[in-house]
């Protein structure tokens, strides 16, 4: 297995690189990333080209069987860029050069720019070829999909909306333009959109869809050069897993695998349901094992930084993203820089550069994990749930969220998935085009924009005996963000046994003080819940009622959760978000039970549990992520891969503690 730091020699005095080489291989890291904000050090002025320090540092990462991946450096322009070339700089909505000084500054349209980065990508290229411990490449840094506002983005949008549509009157069709006479009569009349809830919710969806588009064409230009002069390396990118201006999953689609960046520790110790949630969308970029490029070390933050990662901690961040399919990890960083912005985005070694805990501890785990590969290697995540995550539905929600304070990726999905990770099952995050035949259970949260073709696709799955949880602003767009003129929930009503006539946000607006509703669980779901921020008005035709609204006269005619039975499947409805994660907990054991899935094993509160296998080989991951002793019922007669011992019925992990069973 690849493990270890991301590695930067320029900010660190030659002498002192013998000894960072020698205290990795101590430490069991046999991989660095290094180079990404190196520009200018490989290319002082337009042209001439200079890696000399480069090739120092990894001859004697060489020397210490260390191998390297390389970055791209194009996310930090050199001075002498901005300065000779100021088309390179991104403009602001105010028609403003976004400044040199920081990172990520550039315009994606820039011809220049993108020539600029060819360059640099293809001298890197030729000249780390026959580099022996240069194993691969990561494209640039954190793509994020922020705009640029310039007159070549401008006119780039208008030559994307007539390639798409081909014609204005298509395009006037399908964004709706007759609305406040917006008609559009030659392309160069369209506009940037500045402010999100002004404009045009077409425009503004396709805008979302084509800032991501112009950097996948970026990052392509790179793939193109690092395959065809690096035929043997890898190439891959570090995502911000959730971040939501960007669809990673187009991003990942020309990279080797898809890697990410994590980072769970700011606040107090925490049960790591955000970071398996993330680990399992990135796993779903490309539906295979991942890397993660920058693996939380130390506290982090730029001006303010957050906690101090306890003992045991980096370990057990370390083993949740193994345990998800990761099968390359990499510290950020190495040692904690003593100048620029990150000055106390803490690295291994602190500012002394001396090893002590936190670079013990993932001694430690390196050691491990190595020693485990042998078991781990040809092994990933096969879950029998999925949920699907649109980037149309995120791009277009942002400009009209429905209700204040819709966090749909923060909040809304993970209700769901937390309630899966309490019931020790693994899930994968998938797009809604999937081949879903493979799944038991799909789960679509807030599915908001919703094309005929995959209504009908999921409606096929329920009828072939899948089951299907979807809930609020289910299909309420079409693929343009026009809203289709059906009832709601259009194609899929049948598929639910329900119609929604009317609904409404609970959050008010303009100041208006929030409303909530009781809700009281029948059937299989029992206990009074609270329902908040959004509310259908939910007929049943067919379906059963899983819970209603119980405490205003005139919702008591309406359920707020149903479940019907359709084909040979069923499908289920959540009309309202409800505040108790009981109720997700009921409601999950009852789509398993009609499933017919079950966890491997139902952990404690605050122990997670994950399954890996293929290649004859079946691994059960236990993490204890309490500050507590916690004991858990496990197959006996098992062996537990870190201690080597035999399992008995049940197994004690130790606060923040770590199990590896061999299953098979």
């Not at 990135?282 to 930084?305: D, I």
């Not at 009503?493 to 959050?507: M, N």
Request: charged content about 25%; overall charge neutral.
């Amino acid at each position: 297995m690849r493990i270890g730091v991301d590695y930067y020699p320029e900010h660190w005095p030659k002498e002192r690189w013998l000894t960072d080489a020698r205290l990795m291989k101590e430490a069991g890291f046999n991989v660095v990333r290094m180079g990404e904000f190196a520009w200018v050090f490989m290319e002082p002025e337009e042209g001439r080209y200079d890696f000399s320090l480069f090739d120092e540092a990894l001859e004697i990462l060489a020397r210490h069987d260390i191998a390297a991946i390389l970055g791209t450096p194009t996310g930090s322009m050199p001075a002498w860029v901005a300065r000779k070339y100021p088309d390179c700089a991104a403009m602001k909505p105010d028609r403003q050069r976004r400044n040199w000084g920081i990172r990520k500054t550039n315009c994606f349209s820039s011809g220049t720019y993108r020539l600029l980065s060819e360059r640099i990508t293809r001298a890197m290229a030729e000249h780390f070829k026959n580099t022996p411990n240069v194993i691969g490449w990561q494209t640039d840094n954190e793509f994020d999909g922020n705009p640029c506002y310039c007159d070549s983005c401008r006119a780039n949008f208008q030559d994307w909306c007539r390639a798409k549509y081909g014609t204005l009157d298509a395009l006037n069709r399908a964004w709706g333009t007759h609305f406040w006479g917006h008609r559009y009569g030659a392309w160069n009349e369209i506009t940037l959109p500045e402010e999100q809830h002004s404009y045009n919710p077409g425009l503004w969806l396709d805008w979302k869809r084509f800032n991501s588009w112009l950097q996948v064409q970026f990052q392509r230009d790179q793939v193109r050069i690092l395959r065809e002069v690096c035929p043997h390396h890898f190439v891959t990118h570090n995502t911000m897993s959730f971040h939501p201006s960007i669809n990673y999953r187009d991003l990942c689609a020309d990279l080797d695998f898809a890697s990410w960046d994590n980072y769970p520790v700011f606040g107090p110790p925490q049960i790591l349901y955000n970071a398996a949630c993330a680990a399992d969308l990135v796993r779903g970029f490309k539906q295979k094992n991942f890397w993660v490029m920058e693996q939380t070390a130390g506290p982090g933050g730029w001006g303010a930084f957050g906690r101090n990662p306890w003992p045991g901690e980096i370990r057990l961040i370390a083993y949740q993203q193994l345990a998800h399919g990761c099968d390359g990890m990499l510290w950020f960083n190495w040692r904690a820089c003593t100048a620029g912005r990150e000055q106390y985005w803490h690295g291994l070694l602190g500012h002394d550069g001396l090893p002590l805990r936190r670079y013990r501890e993932a001694a430690q785990t390196a050691h491990e994990f190595r020693k485990l590969w042998p078991e781990v290697e040809g092994t990933t995540v096969r879950a029998p749930v999925a949920i699907l995550y649109d980037y149309d539905s995120i791009f277009a929600q942002e400009s009209q969220p429905s209700f204040e304070n819709n966090t749909y990726i923060q909040d809304h999905l993970r209700r769901y998935y937390d309630a899966l990770f309490r019931a020790g099952v693994n899930v994968d995050i998938v797009a809604p085009t999937a081949d879903l035949s493979r799944y038991a259970v799909v789960i679509a949260p807030q599915l908001y924009v919703l094309p005929d073709a995959t209504a009908h696709h999921l409606a096929e799955y329920v009828r072939k005996g899948g089951v299907l949880v979807a809930d609020i602003r289910l299909g309420v767009k079409t693929e343009t963000s026009l809203c289709h003129d059906r009832t709601l929930p259009g194609l899929l009503s049948d598929t639910l046994g329900i119609v929604i006539e009317e609904y409404e946000s609970l959050t008010g607006i303009w100041g208006a003080k929030p409303s909530e509703y009781r809700v009281v669980g029948r059937r299989d779901i029992s206990g009074t819940f609270t329902a908040f921020g959004f509310a259908d008005w939910i007929t049943p035709r067919g379906a059963d009622v899983l819970a209603g609204y119980s405490d205003r006269w005139h919702m008591e005619p309406f359920a707020a959760a149903t479940r019907h039975r359709s084909g040979n499947g069923w499908g289920y409805y959540v009309g309202t978000i409800l505040r108790e994660p009981e109720f997700y907990d009921q409601l999950i054991g009852d789509v398993l039970a009609k499933a017919n899935v079950t966890g491997i094993l139902r952990p404690p509160v605050g122990v997670e549990v994950s399954v890996r296998e293929g290649a004859g080989k079946k691994l059960l991951f236990i993490l204890n992520e309490t500050e507590q002793e916690q004991t858990i019922a496990v197959p006996s007669g098992k062996r537990e891969l870190l201690s080597g011992q035999l399992t008995e019925s049940k197994l004690t992990l130790p606060r923040f503690g770590v199990a590896v069973v061999k299953l098979a």
